[in-house]
């Protein structure tokens, strides 16, 4: 267990906005959990829960408690003809955990490698990457009720997973800890190489027969390319959503913009690139103070030095503006601002 007060974030987001928490915990144990939500339930709205802060955007010094999870380890709870089922605490590094699964050839999450962050949080926005989303592996997930301290399993019908989206940002926004989660992992690979370049990057490599380690690698690579590291520029990924859009308003925007980038999804809307509005509206690579916008990837906002957390966010609400002007289109966060 570690405690400190007034506590610089700055190394604990990778935005590296430098705010404080009046108080920051780190517990190592379920059972320590428990018995920290079972003392502060009735003050539960001065906490906040913190993986790795690659989500999040401080804007402000936090003066409640920091609460960061470091429950470790990693079990295989069953298996069956088909899938291996495997319980991961909240407190493992998401990668770490992608690469347990490829070393002992449980196949699923290949694709979900080198996203930052712990296994805690990946189910709160349903994190995705590369035609692979969490809640396609996902079996159940165990969290603790911040109003009553009780333990509750939450299958997959449960978490309401959506497109970076979960009930952990809605209804239940929070009112849990997540303490692990539980996936279920493929014998028999089934590869998904279709979406973006995975596979040019593949054939790039020289791979004639696909394996788990090679789609890896091939995700692995394109993403070195794509995007910043936070340890050398500050950042937290994607900062807006995709926009999701009816057929009529996709039809009207293409008529007026016809290099518009729009994906058809399964119930006939379309996902519009928010990079792409982003990038028409004049943004790419373009720095105001210690603020920008990635000159690789219009959709990441960085922080080139000593950015606030509130120049960040008025960075991206001018974004916003420029984006609606033109489009008519309200780009959503997916980032947690706090
Ligand atoms: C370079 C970069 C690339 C990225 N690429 C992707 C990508 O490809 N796909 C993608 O989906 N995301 C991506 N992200 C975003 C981010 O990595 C994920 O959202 C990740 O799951 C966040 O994990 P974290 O531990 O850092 O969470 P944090 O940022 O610490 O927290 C995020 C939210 O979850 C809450 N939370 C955290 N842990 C718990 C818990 N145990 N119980 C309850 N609530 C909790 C926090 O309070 C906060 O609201 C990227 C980020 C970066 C910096």
């Not at 279920?184 to 590869?191: E, G, N, Q």
């Not at 990635?294 to 120049?311: C, I, P, R």
């Amino acid at each position: 267990m570690v405690f400190k007060e007034d506590y610089s974030l700055k190394p604990y987001n990778t935005f590296g906005i430098d705010v404080n928490a009046r108080y920051y915990l780190e517990l190592t144990t379920t059972e320590q959990i428990q018995e920290f939500v079972n003392r502060h339930f009735p003050e539960y709205d001065n906490i906040v829960i913190l993986g790795e802060g690659s989500n999040i955007l401080f804007t402000r010094d936090y003066d409640g408690i920091v609460l960061r999870l470091n429950n470790k380890g990693i079990q295989l709870v069953r298996e069956n003809k088909d899938h291996f089922y495997l319980k991961a605490n909240a407190g493992e590094v998401w990668d770490d955990l992608v690469n347990y699964c490829i070393g002992h050839q449980y196949a699923g999450l290949e694709n979900l490698s080198l996203i930052p962050g712990l296994v805690g949080a990946s189910p709160m926005q349903n994190i995705g990457a590369y035609g692979v989303e969490l809640k396609d592996h996902f079996e159940e997930l165990e969290a603790i009720n911040l109003e009553n301290g009780q333990i509750e399993l939450f299958n997959k019908s449960d978490c309401v997973f959506g497109y970076r989206d979960s009930v952990f940002k809605k209804d239940k926004k929070g009112k849990y800890i997540i303490l692990s989660v539980t996936f279920r992992l493929d014998k028999l690979p089934v590869f998904k190489t279709k979406y973006g370049v995975i596979e040019q990057e593949l054939k790039e490599m020289g791979v004639l027969s696909l394996s788990i380690e090679k789609v890896n690698e091939a995700v692995c690579r394109i993403r070195r390319k794509k995007l910043p590291d936070p340890k050398y520029l500050g950042n937290a990924g994607s900062f807006f959503k995709n926009p999701v859009v009816t057929r009529d308003i996709y039809e009207e925007l293409i008529n007026i913009f016809p290099g518009l980038v729009a994906f058809r999804q399964a119930n006939d809307s379309y996902k519009l690139a928010a990079a792409w509005l982003v990038e028409q509206c004049g943004w790419k690579g373009k720095r105001i103070g210690n603020t920008g916008v990635y000159e690789h990837q219009s959709l990441v906002l960085v922080n080139h030095g000593s950015a606030t957390g509130q120049q960040i966010l008025e960075l991206s609400m001018k974004i916003q503006e420029t984006v609606h002007n033109k489009f008519g289109i309200h780009l959503e966060r997916e980032i947690n601002v706090i």
